[in-house]
């Protein structure tokens, strides 16, 4: 598990900023921000839990938007998070 965001910017620990990543992937990550390529592709992961019932009614998922994460993670590129991580082996 890996926050897509990072942790040390938005210390969000909640669904919609967590995504699977094996432990090769999480460790070379660390602090860093995922490539812009895969800001959709969790937006799009995100919506489909909102519809799933038992996981949209999730607190967390409650606060959550698109609009949201887009900003984040613009404002983590302006407040220094210019480091951007991709895997070495492209998956999506």
């Known amino acids: 598990m ?6 040390s910017f938005v210390q ?5 900023n967590l995504v699977i990543a094996c432990s090769a992937c999480n ?3 660390s602090d860093k ?3 812009k390529i895969f800001l959709e592709t969790v937006i799009d992961r995100n919506e489909t839990l909102i519809a799933i019932p038992e ?3 999730r607190e967390d998922m409650k606060v959550y938007s698109s ?3 887009k900003d ?4 983590s590129v302006e407040n220094g998070f210019t ?3 991709t895997p070495k082996k492209l998956i999506l």
């Open 2 to 7: 890996d926050h897509f965001i990072p942790w």
């Open 12 to 16: 969000a620990d909640q669904l919609w």
């Open 27 to 29: 460790l070379s990550k």
């Open 33 to 35: 921000l995922a490539g």
């Open 55 to 57: 996981l949209g009614r």
């Open 67 to 69: 609009n949201k994460l």
């Open 72 to 75: 984040l993670y613009h404002y």
């Open 83 to 85: 480091d951007i991580w």
